[in-house]
């Protein structure tokens, strides 16, 4: 194998490339995809091109493209709310307020800073990621409105853009400011309401907010769930307030009617005062599942969102038949029509099933199989067949230690919201079936009181809709349990030798040379890890494997992995120096674009890195497009290999289990399904060029911020099986991504990364994971509770530890000498890495 030779990635040019062109195409479709109409009443929306707005709201000139942290993108421009606007043609009347508004920002953000930099010498002993995790940025509410003035200005609309910023390392707090609005905010609309006709309410913001306020106001006719939606977000939502797209996004959470209706809502990461534990005491009720099982009404269901025009859903077959593994599935055919008359549009079909009350309490309903249309033009009509994996409709028996699916009639719904799902069918099982035999993982230590429906009422609701199937007569599929066979799943022992190339590398391998690749290295770290920023071949990368085995006989490349997931995270530019050495500055040259660094002197030729700022991960997965996903992860792929980057650290698919955990943002939904298939979709799309990988995280259990790596989430094996890990499972079941990334988080007292439970017995025995599996950064290092070290990461079968430490070195090293860690433990974990590594764009003839 031929080893790439490496060059200065970037360009020296300051002219945009046709790349970032043809992917702010893309980012700018995308995120129009995403967005969500949440209400349209009075005929608010589309607005022509030309009409007068008055516009107002701190996301209206800073718009809010991302989270902060290690998610977010050095990209060369961000197009805002107003210049998106102005852009369309449309007229803004209220520059002036604007204008002032932006002056006020920019004196907030620099107060901001000198209070971080006071924080960083006073408090936080020079840890500069502590001090900016923990001050967070406020959007200032700008001054209050003229009403006399805005009812003078010519137009009948306003627009209000309601704008909050999330990250990494703090959570949100149900405090105004936050999850509510503040009193300068309640009162700028109400004088915005009080000027203007009409108003539209536009969400700028990282996760779900409290939107009992518009209930005040009957003059917010339109509202739109915007997210952050990257650097072309301004033109994308010109394009759907004008209707040259039609929104087609629905939501991926249930927005609840106020925040304590969510099921941990009291006891959530902070709420309960006690950061260190984290009961998951609602267990499997999680989101819809909640809402939809113990009939709590929301605000906006599952899956909800409009369009500007109508669609009528039919169904025209459910069938079961024989994949080609010789497995039973069910196929729901669905005929959808646009029967609206002016607008083109897509939308999104989805199934749900009701499962039976039987031995094992289950959720209501759900998800079950998704799919969105094409771009329909009125009167035009698209078949689409919805296949489910029985697989996805069993429930984890903790007495048996098995997913099994029980004997009963199970109810299919369909619908384009999970308000609007009509019962359509059933399919009866004639017995209950193991389909996969496994053993216990991650045993609870401490008893744990979970939240139970009411079995009666659940079993009063599942009578009514078995009543329902049967007077309409709705078609019943049979479904015997002999169809169905059972896996007995196999765990593997430790070997001796492993295949391929490989293995005979890690054979030939001497003891120091394993170690030093079980660790990223140390010499590029250069103590800018915290921030996931210490590559130093590529500037701004987050890490990169060693160069221990590069040379002949082995030829095994030093690989880069850059963070994300909403672009990759490089430095926008850095310096060459006349000797040819590479001056990528310090972390906080690549933070905030360099917001927090001081300006330097130019020592040498500039190159620039300007990558692509998408949208986040909750807006890609508001637009429910696998085939986006896709595309998407091309794209991404694509500015992998210009800078010379193997592994993509995204996406991010953790749970949204309560709207207050900061990093939603980066996370796709509620729900392991959508999630789970997002992920792969992206994966799928990144690794259809060879020699790029994603890199899906955290896993497990991710779901609060605040104290992320002294956090014990504490739950059941079932609740960890079917919400926390099943997307998981799902991506590497359906795309096998080239990595993973544990968490920070303890699982039932065990760290993550130190997890043999997750990370070998789920991941690789369980669903045939075959990439390799790698610590976040300064896990081992920087734990706050328990003890987890490099040797525990080597025991589990985490196969790299990073970003890279000699302390890591030394403990893998002491573990080999005292006996507590196996050779070839050492050696499955080197395994793991050199067959990703042999796999990457490194290689001149690597293949796909």
């Known amino acids: 194998m031929k080893l790439r030779k490496r060059g200065y990635v970037g360009t020296t040019s300051t002219v945009m490339s046709q790349r970032e062109k043809d992917n702010a195409i893309l980012a700018r479709e995308a995120a129009a995809e995403g967005f969500v109409l949440l209400k349209n009443e009075a ?6 091109p030309g009409t007068k707005i008055g516009l107002y709201g701190a996301g209206a000139v800073r718009t809010i493209k991302g989270g902060t942290g290690s998610g977010d993108v050095n990209n060369r421009y961000n197009v805002n709310i107003y210049d998106g606007l102005k852009n369309a043609g449309y007229e803004i009347t209220s520059v002036e307020w604007l204008e002032g508004y932006d002056r006020g920002y920019l004196a907030a953000r620099e107060s901001w800073k000198a209070e971080i930099f006071r924080k960083l010498t006073e408090e936080c002993n020079g840890n500069f990621f502590e001090a900016y995790s923990t001050t967070p940025f406020s959007m200032p509410a700008g001054a209050a409105i003229d009403e006399a003035a805005a009812k003078k200005d010519g137009a009948e609309i306003a627009m209000y853009v309601l704008a909050r910023i999330a990250g990494e390392n703090a959570d949100r707090r149900d405090e105004a400011g936050d999850y509510y609005i503040t009193e300068e905010e309640r009162a700028q609309i109400a004088a915005l309401c009080e000027a203007y006709e009409k108003v539209i309410l536009v969400v700028n913001t990282g996760g779900l907010i409290d939107l009992a306020f518009t209930d005040e106001f009957p003059n917010i006719t339109a509202v739109l769930q915007f997210v952050q939606a990257g650097q072309e977000g301004g033109n994308a939502l010109a394009d759907v307030i004008s209707g040259k797209v039609t929104p087609s996004g629905k939501l991926v959470d249930s927005w609840a009617l106020d925040y ?3 099921p941990n809502a009291a006891y959530f990461s902070h709420k309960s005062g006690d950061v260190y534990r984290e009961e998951y005491r609602e267990g499997i009720y999680v989101g819809y599942r909640y809402f939809d099982t113990f009939d709590v009404p929301v605000r906006y269901s599952f899956g909800y969102g409009l369009s500007y025009t109508e669609f009528d859903l039919k169904v ?11 497995k039973p599935t069910l196929s729901v055919s669905v005929d959808v029509i646009n029967t609206g008359a002016a607008y083109s549009g897509k939308e999104v079909v989805q199934v749900y099933v009701s499962c039976p009350q039987g031995k094992l309490p289950k959720e209501f309903r759900r998800l079950a199989a998704f799919g969105k249309t094409k771009l329909l033009a009125p009167g035009e009509t698209q078949s689409l067949t919805l296949s489910m994996d029985l697989y996805q409709l069993a429930s984890y028996s903790e007495e048996q230690a098995a997913w099994l699916l029980e004997t009963g009639t199970y109810g299919i719904w369909v619908g384009n919201a999970l308000s609007t799902a009509a019962l359509c069918g059933t399919f009866v099982l004639d017995e209950t079936k193991v389909l996969v035999q496994c053993e216990h993982i991650c045993p609870l230590k401490e008893s744990l009181e979970e939240l139970q429906p009411d079995k009666a009422k659940l079993e009063e609701k599942q009578t009514a809709w078995l009543r329902k199937a049967e007077e309409r007569k709705l078609p019943k599929v049979q479904i015997s349990a002999k169809e169905l066979p059972t896996e007995t799943v196999v765990y593997e022992k430790l070997q001796d030798q492993y295949p391929g190339r490989a293995g005979e590398i890690v054979d030939q391998l001497s003891t120091e040379e394993l170690i030093a690749l079980a660790i990223g290295d140390p010499a590029k770290d250069q103590g800018a890890s915290a921030l996931g920023s210490a590559g130093q071949t590529v500037p701004g990368a987050a890490a990169e494997t060693v160069t221990v085995a590069e040379k002949a006989p082995y030829y095994v490349a030093s690989i880069v992995l850059a963070d994300g997931p909403a672009g990759l995270r490089l430095r926008s530019e850095y310096q060459v120096r006349e000797d040819g050495s590479i001056d990528g500055g310090d972390f906080l040259d690549g933070f905030e674009n360099g917001y927090f660094a001081e300006p330097k002197e130019s020592k040498g030729i500039v190159y620039h890195q300007y990558c692509t700022a998408i949208p986040v991960g909750t807006l890609l997965a508001q637009s429910w497009n696998l085939e986006l996903m896709h595309t998407l992860g091309r794209m991404i792929a694509g500015e992998m290999n210009e800078f010379e980057v193997t592994l993509w650290l995204a996406p991010g698919m953790n749970i949204h289990r309560n709207p207050l955990c900061g990093r939603n943002f980066e996370y796709y939904s509620e729900d392991p399904l959508l999630a789970g298939s997002m992920a792969a979709a992206m994966t799928q799309g990144v690794q259809s060029i060879p020699g790029c990988g994603t890199t899906i995280k955290h896993f497990a259990c991710n779901n609060q911020e ?29 795309a096998q991504p080239m990595a993973m990334m544990t968490s920070y988080n303890l699982i039932n007292g065990v760290h993550a990364a130190n997890n043999y439970d997750i990370c070998t017995k789920a991941a690789r025995d369980e669903w045939g994971f075959a990439g390799a599996i790698m610590t976040d950064w300064t896990t081992t290092t920087d734990s706050t509770a328990g003890e987890c070290t490099a040797a525990g990461c080597m025991k589990a079968g985490n196969d790299m530890v990073m970003p890279g430490d000699m302390r890591d070195h030394a403990s893998i090293r002491q573990a080999l000498k005292d006996g507590t860690l196996d050779i070839r433990e050492l050696k499955r974990c080197v395994y793991h890495t050199i067959k990703i590594i042999l796999q990457s764009n490194q290689y001149e003839d690597v293949k796909s």
Do not use: C, H, V, W
């Not at 956090?711 to 991506?731: P, V």
């Open 316 to 326: 025209t077959g459910i069938s079961k038949q024989i994949s080609a593994q010789g």
């Open 43 to 48: 005929q608010t929306l589309p607005l022509k």
């Open 706 to 734: 605040d104290n992320r790596m002294g956090s014990d989430s504490i739950l059941s094996e079932r609740t960890l099986r079917e919400i926390y890990l099943k997307g998981f499972e799902t991506a590497i079941r359906s």
């Open 260 to 262: 304590m209706d969510y």
